[in-house]
């Protein structure tokens, strides 16, 4: 076994040194540990989110005009996933960012935005709703969220709260205007968001500010009884996109802004250059095999000078603070053996 161990480092630099990218690792002993390389797929997979149900993941990402579901065994390998596509952007609407696949209530909706291919300034956020309990099934028309506001709106996602209401939280514009706001809004249904918006947070660390002032990407976690949220900040095109968090606690009203604390001090998951990674953002989070092991989904880029172009999924675990905060590894680079997932077979 020693011997065996000892070789892996070995086996990695040959990889690398030939351009290969590590297969995915067995080694028999140490209880039966298996390993996983980043990243999770191979070509440009920009905003990852994947859900778990019934023992299969499920995954959605940015790819512009259409949004495709990929299904896999495994948590640390989409390179064979069988691929559905859920829904394709109609005539007039394009730039397709960030789908989103939740369930609530026993159903599944895919929260995303699009715009009319003219101004970005033209994001509005929709969902659609799947047909059945299959995320493979067919899925529904798409239906706008918050209609009644003609105003910028990207990134949604769905806090289930404790209270047993539901929340929506997203990126726009205009307060104050300059910035890209987290706001929150509650829901009637998850196909309703009910006006008015309240502002939740707006950038003002240094850390928010790289290349333009923006809180984005805002991702739910929660872990006895408290609630986080995470959210990226700063340019997604500057390598110094991170990861900020935020929570609330005691079921507090989550519509009043003072009730969240804000670790306002530094990011909590950044980049690495020790390890080539740099634009570390865009998070969502997800259960291992067997739900002892909470993992972060999230892009990077292996190139300092790379906007953003070649982005890539990858898979982390996160740990846990004494008072129950998640505690963010710092970022790994490419194919470099990790203990895979727990359970994972």
């Not at 740099?278 to 880029?301: C, I, K, N, Q």
Request: contains cysteine.
């Amino acid at each position: 076994m020693r011997n065996i161990l000892l070789l892996l480092p070995v086996f990695g630099f040959l990889c690398l040194a030939h351009g290969h990218t590590l297969p995915q690792l067995n080694v028999t002993g140490l209880n039966q540990q298996k390993f996983y390389t980043n990243p999770i797929l191979d070509y440009a997979a920009a905003d990852p989110d994947i859900i778990k149900y019934n023992g299969l993941y499920y995954m959605v990402y940015t790819q512009g005009d259409r949004i495709d579901i990929l299904r896999s065994p495994i948590l640390s390998n989409f390179r064979n996933a069988e691929r559905k596509e859920a829904y394709r952007a109609p005539p007039g609407r394009a730039n397709l960012w960030a789908p989103e696949i939740h369930l609530i209530r026993g159903e599944f909706f895919i929260y995303f935005t699009m715009d009319d291919g003219v101004a970005d300034a033209n994001h509005r956020m929709y969902v659609i709703k799947a047909d059945s309990n299959d995320p493979m099934g067919n899925w529904g028309s798409e239906v706008r969220l918050l209609p009644e506001e003609e105003i910028y709106a990207i990134d949604g996602t769905v806090l289930q709260y404790g209270n047993g209401e539901l929340y929506f939280i997203w990126t726009g514009f205009p307060e104050p205007p300059g910035s890209m706001n987290l706001y929150i809004a509650r829901m009637e249904n998850p196909m309703r968001v009910i006006p008015p918006r309240t502002l939740l947070r707006t950038p003002s660390m240094d850390w928010e500010m790289h290349g333009y002032p923006v809180n984005e990407g805002p991702f739910i976690i929660q872990n006895a009884g408290r609630t986080f949220l995470t959210f990226s900040a700063s340019s997604t095109f500057t390598p110094d996109y991170c990861l900020g968090i935020m929570g609330i606690d005691e079921l507090k009203d989550p519509l009043v802004r003072s009730n969240w604390w804000n670790d306002v001090n530094h990011c909590v998951f950044t980049r690495n250059d020790a390890e080539s990674v740099f634009g570390t953002g865009h998070a969502s989070f997800v259960r291992s095999p067997d739900e002892s092991e909470l993992w972060m989904v999230y892009h990077a880029v292996d190139d300092v000078n790379d906007l953003g172009v070649n982005r890539r999924a990858r898979i982390q675990k996160l740990d846990w603070n004494p008072d129950n905060a998640p505690r963010f590894p710092a970022a790994i680079g490419i194919n470099k053996p990790l203990p895979a997932p727990s359970g994972e077979l």
